[in-house]
């Protein structure tokens, strides 16, 4: 049960990875579109007579817009591609649930984003010269992780809004740049006007995002960091639940109407 | 002659149509509108939250700039989809194939892109203006009308080339996305040009839109027509020759594939 369960996984991890991950589009939502939104918080703090930037927003945010922009495409497009390439019907067909599919595909998209943190990293290290000394590693470790489990709840729920409906993937491609802004990417989030920072809360990764800072930052494990760690667990599972919600209503709907490919 | 030039104009705006409406054939209202305002409009905003994180003062400049930079959205991705679609869709060889003049086929895929981009502009901006209580009193409309139609016309050129691209390659989308989000830190929309890194400032002056939108704040802060023709002429000679290095491309392309037959097998 759990050897096949696991066989599973890497089957669908090795046929994500080759058919829609390793392409050079997903490779420039990796890398290329983080280093020019870095490139632009650098220029603008060169303009504004700042004289070095603030390194963990402008460039490890750069790495989380990264992974965001590659779930966002990657993970919503599968279920488009799948509906172009005439595999949805065989998946949903097949005696594995779509959840589980779906489930395993957005975490090899989201370790496949995760390239866009190390990336990010490793230019903070090497470019900047910036010093980890001092940081919480075990706060930086489970806010990454939290973040990681907030991206993949998002993820999953999204490829079931998509299954959904068609008209969802309009709405799901408007969502990269408005996650970025709400959830702070590249600045703190008290630069945002009050009520942007009430609606910015649903989100999860939000709050592992914030947990990740205030660890680098060096800050110690204690209740506030320890209020942000819950609050991302608590909304991802949110997520979590309402993507399998989703993915009952998208079967029952095939089911009556015995209607996919026109969804 | 005059049925020859009549033939001409009629393949142009025939062209240009149905370009434009197989490109958006599978779009409804609503996702024209996101894919039109939505990425520009929140990606300005979170670059003005940027600004103020950094201590740059001026908001107002990234908004203008956001607003200039829109009709990239025609110009330069729409025109290269357009361009690219038609081998996607299985047009191409007939396309080829076809007796008619390349030139009224090849540009007149822009036509309704430059005016889609220009109506874009023009609902874009009145709405900044009340969002965030921009003042234009004392502005030259006309000035700012052929400054807004000159933005619209010169991001076309980056489009035939970067269309002619996605004819040679399949990654040729991730190369028009890539020059695009370039175009954000080098025509001086999000950071003033003479506040680039010395090495970047000689490539913006390259670039088609940096001497247009530089005369468009111009215009919008007031200044006539005197103070800002000549980077509209300059912008205009920038823009024409994109359009023909676009247009030469892509016969060099369609020359190529004639003699190997190649082009629908990249």
């Known amino acids: ?263 | 002659m005059i049925n020859r030039a009549a033939h001409l104009v009629r393949l142009y705006f025939f062209q240009a149509w149905f370009s434009y409406r197989s490109l958006f054939a599978w779009s409804t209202p609503f996702s024209y509108m996101t894919s039109k305002f939505g990425f520009p409009f929140f990606s300005m905003l979170l670059f003005v939250f940027m600004g103020k994180f950094v201590g740059f003062l001026d908001p107002m400049f990234i908004v203008i700039g956001n607003i200039l930079m829109m009709p990239t959205t025609n110009g330069l991705y729409g025109i290269s989809m357009t361009i690219g679609n038609e081998r996607q869709f299985g047009a191409m060889s007939y396309l080829l194939g076809s007796p008619a003049p390349r030139a009224p086929l090849f540009l007149g895929r822009a036509f309704f892109h430059i005016l889609d981009g220009f109506i874009t502009v023009l609902v874009a901006l009145p709405i900044a203006m009340l969002i965030f209580k921009i003042n234009f009193a004392g502005i030259n409309l006309l000035l700012l009308a052929v400054c807004l139609i000159l933005l619209s016309i010169t991001t076309t050129g980056l489009g035939f080339i970067m269309g002619t691209v996605s004819l040679l390659s399949r990654d040729g989308w991730m190369f028009t996305n890539t020059l695009g989000q370039l175009l954000y830190i080098l025509i001086g929309v999000n950071i003033p040009v003479e506040r680039l890194p010395g090495f970047l400032q000689p490539l913006s002056g390259y670039l088609p839109m940096t001497r247009g939108i530089m005369a468009t704040r111009l215009a919008l802060s007031g200044a006539g027509w005197s103070e800002v023709i000549g980077l509209l002429a300059g912008e205009l000679l920038v823009a024409l020759v994109y359009i023909l290095i676009g247009y030469t491309l892509f016969r060099l392309v369609e020359r190529a594939s004639m003699s190997t037959g190649s082009l629908d097998s990249i």
């Open chain 1, 1 to 263: 049960m759990i050897g096949s369960f696991f066989r599973l996984g890497i089957r669908q991890m090795d046929v994500q990875l080759r058919m829609r991950v390793l392409s050079l589009w997903s490779l420039g939502l990796f890398f290329t579109q983080p280093a020019v939104f870095s490139a632009i918080g650098m220029l603008l703090a060169r303009a504004a007579g700042n004289t070095s930037p603030d390194l963990i927003y402008t460039v490890l945010g750069a790495g989380i817009m990264g992974m965001w922009s590659g779930l966002v495409f990657t993970s919503t497009y599968d279920i488009r591609a799948d509906r172009r390439e005439g595999t949805l019907e065989l998946i949903v067909g097949s005696p594995t649930p779509l959840r589980r599919v779906v489930g395993f595909r957005s975490l090899l998209n989201i370790l496949a984003g995760s390239t866009s943190m190390l990336a990010a990293v490793g230019a903070a290290l090497l470019i900047f010269n910036y010093s980890f000394a001092g940081i919480n590693t075990f706060g930086v470790l489970i806010s990454f992780a939290l973040l990681l489990f907030a991206l993949w709840c998002m993820g999953i729920f999204l490829a079931n809004l998509l299954a959904w409906s068609r008209l969802s993937g309009t709405f799901v491609d408007l969502l990269e740049m408005p996650i970025a802004l709400l959830c702070g990417f590249m600045y703190p989030i008290g630069v945002l006007p009050v009520w942007m920072q009430k609606i910015s809360a649903i989100f999860p990764i939000r709050w592992g995002l914030e947990g990740l800072r205030e660890s680098l930052k060096g800050s110690p494990t204690g209740e506030v960091l320890a209020t942000k760690w819950l609050l991302a667990l608590g909304i991802s599972l949110l997520y979590y639940l309402l993507a399998r919600w989703f993915d009952g209503k998208v079967h029952d709907h095939i089911r009556v109407t015995g209607e996919l490919h026109s969804i």
